[in-house]
């Protein structure tokens, strides 16, 4: 069954602390995985994809086959960094249709 | 670039009353989803649409739920007759092919009382 587990549901750290967001997954083929973030009061959008293997706002995530885990890590946390996280997966049927996870509020405080 | 537009942006109805939700994807987009998204949960997908033929519907409960996507624009999501387990934010989202980015409209609450 296709799943993903995000195993935090909140994750408080101070500003200038490393994050860590933590996303499993499961699933037997080969999986595309994204980061979606959800501000206060706004919509949800794409923060960043695997294919992309690039930084957004100082957040990287590295898709590790053998942990079957993508877990997203910024190194200084900024106080602008407080959101909703979801960790998301699309299947290799090519829908589009996206599995998420429970989601991750991050909390950067002063 | 205009985004998804979803209205109402809130809703209360009692048990057993129906209710629609409206969505205007951004233009060119072919691709339309609906997510329901429980309190406390992630987004779970109810319908993906392209154009206007269904892709999937799996986790659509179609004793309740309908969905229709006319001339592959627009699109609404009804639920009829509504349960208390309904409440929960009605998401749509668009993009312009599968597996692209998905753009999400800001939801619909709906509270079934």
């Known amino acids: 069954a296709q799943r993903v587990t995000q195993p935090e549901k909140l994750l408080s750290v101070f500003k200038g602390a490393p994050v860590e967001l933590k996303c499993n997954y499961s699933?037997?083929?080969?999986?595309?995985l994204f980061w979606y973030v959800q501000y206060s009061r706004q919509r949800l959008q794409l923060l960043l994809r695997?294919?992309s293997r690039e930084s957004i706002k100082g957040f990287t995530a590295d898709l590790n086959k053998g942990e079957t885990s993508f877990h997203l890590k910024k190194p200084f946390a900024q106080e602008e960094d407080s959101a909703m996280y979801y960790c998301a997966l699309s299947g290799s049927s090519n829908t589009g249709k996206l599995i998420f996870g429970q989601g991750t509020t991050l909390q950067v405080k002063p | 670039e205009a985004g998804v537009a979803q209205s109402p942006r809130y809703k209360i109805i009692e048990k057993r009353q129906s209710v629609a939700f409206w969505c205007n994807p951004i233009?060119?987009?072919?691709?339309l989803y609906w997510y329901q998204q429980i309190l406390g949960q992630g987004p779970k997908l109810l319908i993906q649409f392209q154009n206007n033929g269904v892709v999937d519907d799996s986790q659509l409960p179609k004793d309740r739920f309908s969905a229709e996507r006319l001339k592959g624009v627009d699109s609404t999501l009804k639920i009829q007759p509504a349960k208390l387990e309904d409440s929960a934010v009605y998401l749509c989202?668009?993009?312009?092919?599968?597996?692209?980015?998905?753009?999400f409209g800001q939801g619909t609450r709906l509270t079934v009382v």
């Open positions: 699933y037997s083929g080969s999986p595309e």
């Open positions: 989202a668009s993009s312009p092919y599968p597996v692209t980015e998905a753009f």
């Open positions: 695997h294919i």
């Open positions: 233009s060119g987009h072919a691709t």
